[in-house]
C-alpha cells in the first residue's frame, strides 16, 4: 500500500469512525496522515488488515503492559486524569520512534478482531424473528468468530430504550442499543433455544491466555470503559460455557461443519464486520458456499460488509433464496436502524 493510500485510510478513519467516539484517535489519524515515518511503520501490517486500528491496537497493547512513556497520560484506560488530547501527537511520535522494535512484530504479526458483544443487540431480533418463522431451535455457525462472544448471544440480556429488558432473564451482562428511526423489530421476550455454537476463524482467540485476552482489551479504544467492561463479562461467559471455535479458513470449512449441526435445527451462518477484510473473490466464494449449503438443507445467513455495509438476512428455504436488507448498524452495536416494516 502506498503512503497515500496509507494516508487516506487515516483520514477516513478519523471521519467515519472516530468523530463523536474517541477525540484521541480522531485527532492522532488526522495527524498521522500527515507524518511520513509513522506511515512507514505501518508499512508492516498484513495485507488486508485495517491498519488504524491496528496501529492503535499495537500501541495501546504496550501501554496496557506497562510501557513507561509520557504518551500513557493522554490515555484514559491507562490513567485516570488523562491529559487534554490535542498535545498528544508529539508524544505518540516519540513512542512509535523509541518502541519501533517492538511496533514492528505487533504490526506484522497480529490481527484485528474486535469482540464487538454489543453488536448482538441487533443479532438478537434477528435470531428472535428466524425462531419464530422456523419454530425450530438454533444452530449457530459463525465465521470470524475470534473469542466466540456473539455465538453466547442468547446468554445476555437486551434493552432498547423502552424499559423492556428482554433476553434471558438471569444474565449478568445487560446490552443496550438504540433503536434510530420509525420502524421496531419483533422481539421474543426470552431468547431463543439454541442447540449447537461453532465458531470459525483463521486465529481463534483464547482467552484463557491472558496475553491474547490482553491484545483484545488493547484493541478497545481507550476511552471507552463501558466496551471493556461489556468484554470482561462476556468473557467470563466464554471461559464457563463449551463452545467449539475451530482454527482454519471459515469459508473453506464452511460446508463440513454445516453439515454437523443437528437435522432438527435451523442453521444460521452469521458474521458482523468480518468480510471487510475479505477480498472480492473471497466474498463471491463465501456467498457460493453457502448457496451451495441452501440447496440441501434450510438455513439463514446474516451478514453485513459484502456487497455493502447494511445487515442482510438471506433465506435458503425449500432451495429457494429470499433476500432481505433489514438493518443499518453501528460498528460497536451503539444503535441500529431498522429497515423492515413489520407485518401486521
Request: aromatic content about 10%.
Amino acid at each position: 500500500m502506498t503512503e497515500t493510500e496509507l494516508a487516506k485510510r487515516f483520514q477516513t478513519f478519523a471521519e467515519r469512525e472516530c468523530r463523536d467516539s474517541s477525540p484521541l484517535y480522531e485527532y492522532l489519524s488526522l495527524e498521522i496522515a500527515h507524518d511520513p515515518a509513522i506511515l512507514e511503520l505501518c508499512q508492516h501490517a498484513r495485507d488486508g488488515q485495517p491498519v488504524p486500528n491496528l496501529l492503535f491496537g499495537a500501541v495501546h497493547y504496550l501501554l496496557l503492559k506497562g510501557v513507561d512513556h509520557p504518551l500513557a497520560a493522554y490515555y484514559p484506560s491507562v490513567t485516570k486524569q488523562p491529559k487534554p488530547f490535542a498535545d498528544a501527537f508529539a508524544e505518540f511520535q516519540s513512542f512509535c520512534q523509541t518502541y519501533e522494535a517492538d511496533l514492528i512484530p505487533l504490526l506484522a504479526k497480529r490481527l484485528v478482531q474486535t469482540n464487538e458483544v454489543r453488536r448482538c443487540t441487533y443479532l438478537y431480533p434477528v435470531f428472535s424473528q428466524i425462531h419464530q418463522q422456523t419454530k425450530q431451535p438454533l444452530a449457530l455457525l459463525e465465521i470470524g468468530t475470534s473469542a466466540g462472544l456473539q455465538l453466547l448471544f442468547d446468554q445476555y440480556s437486551y434493552t432498547y430504550g423502552n424499559g423492556e429488558v428482554v433476553g434471558n432473564p438471569s444474565s449478568r451482562l445487560q446490552l443496550t442499543s438504540v433503536i434510530e428511526g420509525t420502524e421496531t423489530p419483533a422481539m421474543a421476550q426470552t431468547s431463543p433455544p439454541v442447540t449447537s455454537r461453532i465458531g470459525l476463524d483463521l486465529n481463534i482467540v483464547d482467552l484463557n491466555d491472558a496475553d491474547e485476552q490482553l491484545w483484545l482489551k488493547a484493541l478497545i479504544w481507550t476511552e471507552h470503559h463501558e466496551r471493556l467492561a461489556m468484554f470482561e463479562s462476556a468473557a467470563r461467559y466464554v471461559e464457563e460455557f463449551p463452545l467449539e471455535l475451530v482454527e482454519g479458513d471459515g469459508v473453506r470449512l464452511l460446508p463440513h461443519y454445516a453439515a454437523e449441526t443437528p437435522d432438527d435445527s435451523i442453521l444460521c451462518i452469521f458474521h458482523t464486520h468480518v468480510a471487510n477484510q475479505m477480498p472480492l473473490a473471497v466474498k463471491k466464494e463465501l456467498l457460493q458456499v453457502v448457496e451451495e449449503i441452501g440447496r440441501t438443507r434450510n438455513l439463514y445467513h446474516v451478514y453485513n460488509n459484502v456487497q455493502d455495509r447494511y445487515l442482510h438476512l438471506d433465506a435458503y428455504i425449500d432451495g429457494i433464496l429470499t433476500e432481505q436488507t433489514i438493518a443499518e448498524t453501528d460498528g460497536h452495536g451503539r444503535w441500529f436502524k431498522w429497515l423492515v416494516t413489520q407485518e401486521v
